[in-house]
């Protein structure tokens, strides 16, 4: 009963880095290989660090494109900063487990979870009766600048012959995304019009986010520009208020996670522009005019007289909070749209550029460069070059920094939320945190960016209470014993979001117990790297402890093989469900039993000799007659097979250097 198709963590490989990791793997003047030549529309300018491609691919969420800046994210169309709603590719436009909802355009904040009864997913569909699921809530699409001109709308599905010279591009220094194309409305009779759109989430002041958008024609014609909030993103949320403001050219909406009354967000608007853009003429604009009418939309529009070869310019400044992260975020998030406004839009692009400087540097990532400056004719060795820049990027527009926590008044709610599945611009997976966070997306910058990394640990340290709580949930489970497990244990679920509790996505019984051992890891990690001893003794070493503590209760004895296992579980590749003395999950309480009581001894906390004993008495499942260990007592799979060595040689290292690199 694990997902079907793709693993968490093949949906990180597809959604996180997928501009990245799937079409860049050509560079300016290389011809790539046949095996690469797929993505042939897309380049890399290798000075710059961006990636472009004149390819408009309208209505298929693998070109859409996602900004985030660790606290709020948004996924924008092929064609600009639009919703979009999929294109049905052979019948099938829907996401997959658990929400199998409508592929279309997403946004939300960090934290932003709901709570519902159940979904249409699920592992163990019966614990939907001992608690309630929850899954991220969408945030009305905030981005969007759409043209209307000639009786033709500039949208996400803009009629594609009427489109030229198109480009898009993503800049993975600044954090920029771009489109510029010619646009003839109306056909090849009305004017054309050169189109610029830009956007950011602002890296610094996690609140703020701009749009600009430059439109020169080739002859003089009137068009309208449309301001929208659009709700059809707010799935999950319930509606609370929106208005058009007449002191400010502002409009706002306000959505609260789905029952979850006591969460609200904000998202405020503020509309500039080039002196001869007729803010006289602004007005607001019925919620059903982009779509189906979703009750938390709410747009504005102006009027522009596009003179013939003359730019005009108009910037829409977006302000977004909820009261996950701050006190009153109605002020909050006006207060950012409206002083990024008035402090303009070039001004508030260069901090945002200047806070990326100083977090992707270059020397933070590798170079595969060769002495003479040039990089290698391996396509192979040039897509690495790029993804050692382009993977850390989409890792670290997922984590708010430390500047940031400064720059919000040393605001400790804004980096707990770890990093959901495929990060804040996509609700797959339901957006809930996985393993995926703790041992593949963490590492990933943990060594660079520790500080940011700490973002996926104080997520595990904030339902910590919640941890020791779910042991008492025992009874649901196999390991239903009267007295089984004593207090001082605790353990997490598979899936967690809003409130960590064991569900029916997440089971904390009878499931993939090796989490428990997967979060532990990250916390060796960061104080390996930090040599934060102080944090790490106080308050990360309880909760290994407390990990430890459940795993010695978790095993059972086997009186034939004379040895202590796991049973009625699963490991990673998550196709042998609920079978018994599984390898990796064997190797990882093995090692989280030595690792803790190592750590314990270091900083002169009593060991217990009762892990070390277990330890002692584990042993690996073999399959005799081949001479290998396998995935469980049955059968063999190879990514369990993969990471069951790693720390197979992690413990022998420990034990004996020397027999380890044998």
Same mark, same amino acid.
């Given at each position: 009963? @694990?997902?079907?198709?793709?693993?968490?963590?093949?949906?990180?490989?597809?959604?996180?880095?997928?501009?990245?990791?799937?079409?860049?793997?050509?560079?300016?003047?290389?011809?790539?290989?046949?095996?690469?030549?797929?993505?042939?529309?897309?380049?890399?300018?290798?000075?710059?660090?961006?990636?472009?491609?004149?390819?408009?691919?309208?209505? +298929? $969420?693998?070109?859409?494109?996602? #900004?985030?800046?660790?606290?709020?994210?948004?996924?924008? &169309? &092929?064609?600009?900063?639009?919703?979009?709603?999929?294109?049905?590719?052979?019948?099938?436009?829907? @996401?997959?487990?658990?929400?199998?909802?409508?592929?279309?355009?997403?946004?939300?904040?960090?934290?932003?979870?709901?709570?519902?009864?159940?979904?249409?997913?699920?592992?163990?569909?019966?614990?939907?009766?001992?608690?309630?699921?929850?899954?991220?809530?969408?945030?009305?699409?905030?981005?969007?600048?759409?043209?209307?001109?000639?009786?033709?709308?500039?949208?996400?599905?803009?009629?594609?012959?009427?489109?030229?010279?198109?480009?898009?591009?993503?800049?993975?220094?600044?954090? %920029?995304?771009?489109?510029? $194309?010619?646009?003839?409305?109306?056909?090849?009779?009305?004017?054309?019009?050169?189109?610029?759109?830009?956007?950011?989430?602002?890296?610094?002041?996690?609140?703020?986010?701009?749009?600009?958008?430059?439109?020169?024609?080739?002859?003089?014609?009137?068009?309208?520009?449309?301001?929208?909030?659009?709700?059809?993103?707010?799935?999950?949320?319930?509606?609370?208020?929106?208005?058009?403001?007449?002191?400010?050219?502002?409009?706002?909406?306000?959505?609260?996670?789905?029952?979850?009354?006591?969460?609200?967000?904000?998202?405020?608007?503020?509309? /500039?522009?080039?002196?001869?853009?007729?803010?006289?003429?602004?007005?607001?604009?019925?919620?059903?005019?982009?779509?189906?009418?979703?009750?938390?939309?709410?747009?504005?529009?102006?009027?522009?007289?596009?003179?013939?070869?003359?730019?005009?310019?108009?910037?829409?400044?977006?302000?977004?909070?909820?009261?996950? &992260?701050?006190?009153?975020?109605?002020?909050?998030?006006?207060?950012?749209?409206?002083?990024?406004?008035?402090?303009?839009?070039?001004? #508030?692009?260069?901090?945002?550029?200047?806070?990326?400087?100083?977090?992707?540097?270059?020397?933070?990532?590798?170079?595969?460069?060769?002495?003479?400056?040039?990089?290698?004719?391996?396509?192979?060795?040039?897509?690495? +070059? %790029?993804?050692?820049?382009?993977?850390?990027?989409?890792? #670290?527009?997922?984590?708010?920094?430390?500047?940031?926590?400064?720059?919000?008044?040393?605001?400790?709610?804004?980096?707990?939320?770890?990093?959901?599945?495929?990060?804040?611009?996509?609700?797959?997976?339901?957006?809930?945190?996985?393993?995926?966070?703790?041992?593949?997306?963490?590492?990933?910058?943990?060594? @660079?960016?520790?500080?940011?990394?700490?973002?996926?640990?104080?997520? /595990?340290?904030? +339902?910590?209470?919640?941890?020791?709580?779910?042991?008492?949930?025992?009874?649901?489970? *196999?390991?239903?014993?009267?007295?089984?497990?004593?207090?001082?244990?605790?353990?997490?679920?598979?899936? *967690?979001?809003?409130?960590?509790?064991?569900?029916?996505?997440?089971?904390?019984?009878?499931?993939?117990?090796?989490?428990?051992?997967?979060?532990?890891?990250?916390?060796?990690?960061?104080?390996? %790297?930090?040599?934060?001893?102080?944090?790490?003794?106080?308050?990360?070493?309880?909760?290994?402890? *407390? %990990?430890? +503590?459940?795993?010695?209760?978790?095993?059972?004895?086997?009186?034939?093989?004379?040895?202590?296992?796991?049973?009625?579980?699963?490991?990673?590749?998550?196709?042998?469900?609920?079978?018994?003395?599984?390898?990796?999950?064997? &190797?990882?309480?093995?090692?989280?039993?030595?690792?803790?009581?190592?750590?314990?001894?270091?900083?002169?906390?009593?060991?217990?000799?009762?892990?070390?004993?277990?330890?002692?008495?584990?042993?690996?499942?073999?399959?005799?007659?081949?001479?290998?260990?396998?995935?469980?007592?049955?059968?063999?799979?190879?990514?369990?097979?993969?990471?069951?060595?790693?720390?197979?040689?992690?413990?022998?290292?420990?034990?004996?250097?020397?027999?380890?690199?044998?």
């Amino acid at each position: 009963m @694990s997902p079907p198709s793709l693993s968490p963590r093949q949906l990180l490989t597809a959604a996180l880095t997928l501009l990245a990791a799937t079409t860049t793997t050509t560079l300016h003047g290389v011809r790539a290989s046949s095996e690469h030549n797929q993505f042939k529309h897309v380049q890399w300018d290798d000075d710059n660090w961006t990636l472009s491609t004149n390819k408009l691919d309208q209505g +298929h $969420y693998q070109s859409r494109l996602t #900004l985030a800046n660790g606290y709020f994210g948004i996924n924008v &169309a &092929a064609a600009g900063p639009f919703f979009e709603v999929d294109e049905p590719v052979d019948g099938d436009v829907i @996401s997959g487990w658990p929400l199998f909802s409508r592929r279309q355009g997403f946004s939300t904040i960090a934290g932003f979870w709901n709570a519902q009864p159940r979904t249409n997913g699920s592992n163990y569909p019966w614990l939907y009766q001992y608690g309630w699921e929850s899954f991220v809530a969408g945030i009305p699409h905030w981005s969007g600048l759409l043209v209307e001109a000639n009786g033709e709308m500039l949208n996400a599905s803009v009629d594609s012959k009427h489109v030229s010279d198109f480009v898009a591009s993503l800049n993975v220094k600044t954090g %920029i995304a771009g489109w510029r $194309y010619n646009w003839t409305p109306g056909g090849e009779e009305g004017a054309m019009v050169d189109v610029e759109y830009e956007m950011f989430v602002h890296k610094l002041f996690v609140n703020k986010a701009a749009v600009r958008l430059r439109l020169t024609a080739t002859k003089d014609v009137n068009v309208t520009v449309y301001d929208v909030l659009d709700g059809e993103a707010a799935v999950r949320s319930d509606f609370v208020d929106k208005r058009f403001e007449t002191d400010a050219p502002s409009i706002w909406s306000a959505v609260s996670p789905g029952n979850v009354t006591d969460v609200t967000a904000y998202i405020y608007s503020t509309l /500039r522009g080039s002196e001869w853009v007729d803010f006289s003429t602004r007005s607001q604009v019925d919620d059903g005019a982009f779509g189906a009418g979703n009750v938390s939309t709410i747009a504005q529009s102006v009027r522009v007289e596009l003179t013939a070869f003359r730019p005009t310019e108009l910037n829409k400044f977006v302000g977004v909070a909820s009261t996950d &992260a701050f006190p009153n975020p109605q002020e909050t998030a006006k207060n950012a749209s409206r002083s990024g406004a008035e402090e303009g839009y070039q001004s #508030l692009r260069q901090s945002h550029i200047d806070e990326w400087s100083t977090i992707l540097a270059p020397d933070s990532v590798d170079d595969y460069h060769l002495p003479n400056g040039s990089l290698p004719n391996d396509p192979n060795v040039k897509e690495l +070059h %790029i993804l050692a820049r382009t993977n850390p990027f989409y890792l #670290l527009s997922n984590m708010v920094g430390p500047n940031a926590v400064v720059a919000a008044g040393n605001n400790t709610k804004l980096d707990i939320y770890s990093i959901p599945v495929c990060g804040l611009g996509s609700d797959c997976y339901g957006g809930m945190i996985f393993w995926d966070a703790d041992v593949w997306m963490a590492p990933g910058v943990q060594v @660079s960016h520790p500080q940011h990394a700490q973002n996926v640990i104080k997520y /595990r340290v904030k +339902h910590f209470e919640q941890a020791k709580s779910n042991v008492g949930t025992a009874y649901t489970s *196999s390991k239903n014993q009267t007295g089984r497990f004593t207090p001082g244990g605790a353990v997490y679920p598979w899936t *967690s979001a809003r409130y960590g509790n064991c569900t029916g996505t997440g089971a904390c019984f009878d499931y993939e117990y090796h989490l428990n051992g997967d979060i532990s890891l990250a916390f060796n990690n960061h104080m390996i %790297i930090t040599g934060d001893g102080e944090y790490f003794n106080d308050t990360l070493l309880p909760i290994s402890n *407390s %990990i430890a +503590h459940f795993f010695a209760e978790l095993l059972d004895y086997n009186e034939t093989s004379r040895a202590y296992e796991i049973w009625n579980a699963t490991d990673p590749d998550e196709y042998a469900n609920q079978v018994n003395n599984i390898g990796f999950t064997t &190797a990882l309480i093995q090692r989280h039993f030595l690792e803790t009581n190592e750590f314990n001894g270091w900083f002169g906390r009593q060991k217990k000799p009762t892990w070390a004993d277990k330890a002692s008495k584990m042993r690996l499942p073999i399959n005799e007659e081949a001479g290998i260990i396998t995935s469980s007592s049955w059968t063999i799979f190879s990514t369990t097979l993969t990471l069951t060595a790693w720390l197979i040689s992690t413990i022998m290292l420990q034990n004996n250097p020397s027999t380890a690199l044998q």
